[in-house]
């Protein structure tokens, strides 16, 4: 579904400080699993989901999402095919303080231009899912750790996406709520996503619903069996 190929991306190129994030990395990643980058911090992992996801471009290479090379479009069409064809799930949440649960859930549906309507009762179905039907009116910042995550889930899942792609998304639940990502996670997959996952989490890429774990370090995978 998604290939990657030659992939390299370097921030700062030419000055003193420049650094390869991600350096000749080739990869195919396949529809309806569930597959983990795994790495320690500064392996490339993020920088890898950010160039997947179409938040930021190659320095180098070509990614082919579906059959179709988008890495020279131009930007509005790859912001179309972000909103339209991703769901992110980010470390932090992003959830934005000062509106309610529902309002953020909405949020990554406006420009659509969607009958507010319809987009309103589908947030709320979603919320409901997540058991957070009650919680719809209440803001963000009163929310525990546990019901954050799952508000940014159902965000990430408001354009109904066919890939989801999640930055180290435990980082700040403890192992019981982990394991119920990992559960929606598995879900997910089941009704047939994509879902990547940057994590160095044992509970995530330990996790029986992974399906691929993809070894990163220094901007590079490391083959099955190489030393680290």
Request: hydrophobic share 45%.
């Amino acid at each position: 579904m998604i290939e990657l190929v030659d992939i390299k991306k370097v921030f700062n190129a030419g000055k003193p400080n420049e650094l390869t994030a991600v350096d000749g990395v080739n990869l195919g990643i396949e529809a309806r699993q569930i597959t983990v980058l795994k790495g320690p911090s500064g392996s490339g992992k993020t920088t890898l989901l950010s160039l997947v996801g179409c938040m930021a471009r190659p320095t180098a290479g070509r990614i082919i999402l579906q059959g179709r090379e988008i890495t020279s479009l131009p930007e509005r069409f790859l912001t179309a095919m972000r909103r339209r064809c991703f769901g992110f799930i980010f470390q932090q949440f992003n959830l934005l303080k000062g509106i309610s649960v529902l309002e953020n859930v909405m949020l990554p549906a406006y420009p659509n231009g969607e009958n507010y309507g319809a987009l309103r009762e589908r947030a709320m179905g979603l919320l409901a899912m997540f058991n957070l039907g009650a919680k719809a009116e209440a803001r963000v910042e009163w929310l525990s750790g546990g019901e954050a995550q799952r508000v940014a889930i159902a965000r990430a899942l408001v354009n109904n996406p066919g890939v989801i792609i999640a930055d180290e998304p435990t980082a700040h639940l403890d192992s019981r709520l982990s394991r119920e990502f990992m559960a929606y996670m598995q879900s997910f997959k089941a009704a047939g996503k994509t879902v990547i996952i940057a994590s160095h989490d044992p509970l995530v890429y330990e996790s029986p619903a992974v399906d691929r774990i993809v070894d990163m370090r220094d901007g590079r995978l490391i083959a099955p069996g190489a030393a680290a």
